[in-house]
């Protein structure tokens, strides 16, 4: 007579038990493509911005955006828009993907790079001071080693921007060692404003001639948002 088999309750523990393992190896190795699949569209949209920022140079006689300060003027962002493929709808930048990294922690946050808005008076000065007017390219003695963007970071000082002139549409800038991500300040003007662990512990930047490269926060240093070296 034909007997119909099935799994034994044992077998089926032992089944699931093995499906258990093998998540349990290989959820931390898929979370970890996954980082890094976000810092790869983090860098693309650096890049992206970096484009805009030398159309933007072409179109003003090579100056680029620094700082903002009491909500005079235009953010950078605000002045590259004109570049970017995307565009705002009903001034909400909601719409610019190119704006946003997707590990920025929260989703409404529609700016998550901050631009080099820090002026220094000579090689030894070690504070600085914010820039509000543009600077010309050829001011840059080494653009390869120039930071103009790095990751924002994210916290309760920090501003979500959802519109172009949303409070702290002026502080996303960096020109205080305050701001540097190895800086435990976390004033609303004076704080750390670069991200000190957006991917692994460190940020993306875009550098001066426009290629992008992970910076670890104990390795960036003021030296690289001098414009004069």
Same mark, same amino acid.
């Given at each position: 007579?034909?007997?119909?088999?099935?799994f034994?309750?044992?077998e089926?523990?032992?089944?699931?038990?093995?499906?258990? !393992?093998?998540?349990?190896?290989?959820?931390p190795?898929? /979370?970890?493509? $996954?980082?890094?699949?976000?810092g790869?569209?983090?860098?693309?949209?650096?890049?992206?911005?970096?484009?805009?920022?030398?159309?933007?140079?072409?179109?003003?006689? /090579?100056?680029v955006? #620094?700082? !903002?300060?009491?909500?005079?003027?235009?953010a950078?962002?605000?002045?590259?828009?004109?570049?970017?493929?995307?565009?705002?709808?009903?001034?909400?930048?909601?719409?610019v993907?190119?704006y946003?990294?997707? =590990?920025?922690?929260?989703?409404?946050?529609?700016?998550?790079?901050?631009?080099?808005?820090?002026?220094?008076?000579?090689k030894?000065?070690?504070?600085? =001071?914010?820039?509000?007017?543009p600077?010309?390219?050829?001011?840059?003695?080494?653009?390869?080693?120039?930071?103009?963007?790095?990751?924002?970071?994210?916290?309760?000082? $920090?501003?979500?921007?959802?519109?172009a002139?949303?409070?702290?549409?002026? #502080?996303c800038?960096v020109?205080?060692?305050?701001h540097?991500?190895?800086?435990? =300040?976390?004033?609303v003007?004076n704080?750390? #404003?670069?991200?000190?662990?957006?991917h692994?512990?460190? =940020?993306?930047?875009?550098?001066?001639?426009?290629?992008?490269?992970?910076?670890?926060?104990?390795?960036?240093?003021?030296?690289?948002w $001098?414009?004069?070296?």
């Open positions: 007579m034909y007997r119909r088999r099935g034994t309750l044992i089926l523990l032992v089944v699931i038990a093995i499906i258990a !393992l093998l998540m349990a190896i290989l959820m190795a898929l /979370q970890r493509v $996954r980082k890094q699949a976000k790869v569209v983090c860098k693309s949209n650096l890049r992206q911005i970096g484009l805009a920022a030398n159309l933007y140079a072409e179109e003003y006689d /090579q100056y955006p #620094r700082g !903002l300060a009491g909500g005079t003027g235009k950078w962002f605000q002045l590259f828009m004109p570049f970017l493929a995307q565009k705002p709808i009903g001034n909400d930048y909601r719409t993907d190119i946003r990294c997707p =590990s920025y922690p929260d989703k409404e946050q529609t700016v998550c790079y901050v631009v080099n808005g820090w002026d220094f008076d000579n030894n000065d070690m504070t600085g =001071s914010e820039i509000l007017l600077s010309k390219l050829s001011e840059c003695t080494q653009r390869a080693y120039t930071v103009f963007l790095a990751d924002n970071e994210d916290g309760t000082w $920090r501003h979500i921007i959802r519109k002139n949303d409070p702290g549409h002026n #502080r800038d020109w205080t060692p305050g540097m991500p190895t800086s435990d =300040s976390q004033d003007t704080g750390r #404003r670069i991200a000190r662990a957006r692994r512990k460190g =940020s993306n930047c875009l550098f001066l001639d426009w290629h992008v490269e992970y910076i670890a926060a104990e390795d960036m240093t003021l030296d690289i $001098r414009f004069e070296k």
